[in-house]
Every structure is written in C-alpha cells, then in structure tokens.
C-alpha cells in the first residue's frame, strides 16, 4: 500500500499562477518530510524539506506548509515559471535506524508560458 | 564534481538474460540504495546499504540481489530478467546519520526487457 498519498498526478498552471501539491501520510512516527524536483532524464533532487515542529518553510518561490493533525502537507510554487515545469515527488522518512525514505506517486507539472 | 554514476543509460534485453547495473558515487557516502520508477507508483526503494558488507531489501526487493564490496559501488543484479522489471532505476547515495543530507540521485537507468 501506498505510505504517501500524493494528487494531484498532472497539473497544467499558467505563468504567473501559483500550483499547489498535496500529500497524505499514515505513519505518525514519520519526521522528515522532503520534496524532490525531476527534469527529464535526470534523477530527482532535493528541493525543499521540512519538519513537524514547524507548520510553513520558505525558500525563494518554493513554500511547504504543513499540518501534522491532519497528517498533510503541500508544496506551493510562487510566481511560477516555465521552467518549473518537472516532476515533484514529495516523501516522508524516519530520521532514526534506516532512514528509509518513501516516495508519493509524483505529480508532473507543466507550467504555460 | 560530486556525482553518482549509474551505467548502462539505456538497455533493452530479453528475458532470462542475466544484467548487472552499475552504480558509483564519488562523495564516500556510507548510505546507497536503489530505487525503480513507475508511472503512477512514484520511486520505490529495491534495495539498501547503509556500508561495506552491510545490505538490506528495500520495499520491492524479488528478483534483484544487490552486493558492497567497496564503498563507492553499489551494483544492482537482476539474474534473470523478466518483462515486469521493465522500468526507469535510480541509484541515490548520502551521508549516513544525517537525515537532512539529501540523497544525491544517478541520472537513472531505463531498462526494457522484452
């Protein structure tokens, strides 16, 4: 089954707009909540992580908020460009033994010029 | 430049036919795993190393074996292929013990067996 529900799977935004990710987790003994970016042909990369003890994390137009009670959280892109157009994977890990990371399903973004 | 290296890029081969895809990181990360990508199922770990000698099975681990005879290479074995293994592989290191050391990812795998 599937640890880390993510939607949606495809997402088209116009410049300028603001497109936002979800995703649900079970597992409350998950403390690390990390988003990947992936272009074509290449591995993802981290893009933005956060923790529980924190609700919002800002880095440049890339914002996670995050509600621990509702065991959700997002991805919003500001003023979103061409370029960001990729697949985001967001995941979630146990920071103690094996540090497994699990991934979402991913969600292409295609962001119109 | 640090980096991850996975090879072959591409391979199309047929069932039953033993292959051997290399990965090799040049950062001495302790922490390497594999990961296959799916449309839909996102990245699912195969298999894990947390050091030398020391591998464990991921969330998909039949039909791939896996072995860390050195520190920088990870290979992934699948001993007899089958058409169900057809997917992109990702091969990630990092540094063990610091959860918010982001896994660096190979450039992936694409692998078609027919």
């Known amino acids: 089954q599937q640890q880390v529900k993510q939607s949606p799977q495809s997402l088209i935004v116009q410049k300028g707009g603001i497109p936002i990710i979800n995703c649900a987790y079970e597992n409350t003994a998950f403390d690390y909540f990390p988003w990947y970016q992936q272009f074509p042909g290449k591995g993802p990369a981290l893009l933005i992580a956060i923790r529980p003890d924190v609700s919002e994390k800002k880095e440049g137009r890339f914002t996670i908020s995050f509600n621990k009670s509702a065991k959700q959280f997002s991805l919003h892109i500001m003023d979103s460009q061409p370029g960001d157009s990729a697949t985001y994977f967001c995941a979630a890990s146990i920071t103690q033994g094996a540090q497994k990371l699990v991934f979402g399903q991913g969600t292409r973004l295609t962001i119109n010029p | 430049e640090a980096q991850v290296t996975q090879n072959p890029r591409y391979l199309i081969t047929v069932t039953g036919k033993k292959l051997t895809v290399t990965c090799s990181q040049n950062?001495?990360?302790?922490?390497m795993s594999w990961y296959r990508q799916d449309p839909g199922l996102g990245l699912r770990q195969i298999y894990y190393s947390m050091n030398v000698e020391v591998t464990d099975k991921g969330d998909v681990p039949e039909g791939y074996k896996v072995s860390r005879k050195e520190k920088r290479n990870f290979p992934l074995i699948l001993e007899s292929p089958s058409p169900n293994q057809t997917s992109l592989y990702f091969c990630?290191?990092?540094?063990?013990?610091?959860?918010?050391?982001?896994?660096?990812f190979g450039d992936g795998t694409r692998l078609s067996i027919l």
């Open positions: 990630a290191s990092r540094r063990r013990g610091q959860f918010n050391q982001p896994q660096h």
């Open positions: 950062m001495n990360h302790e922490y």
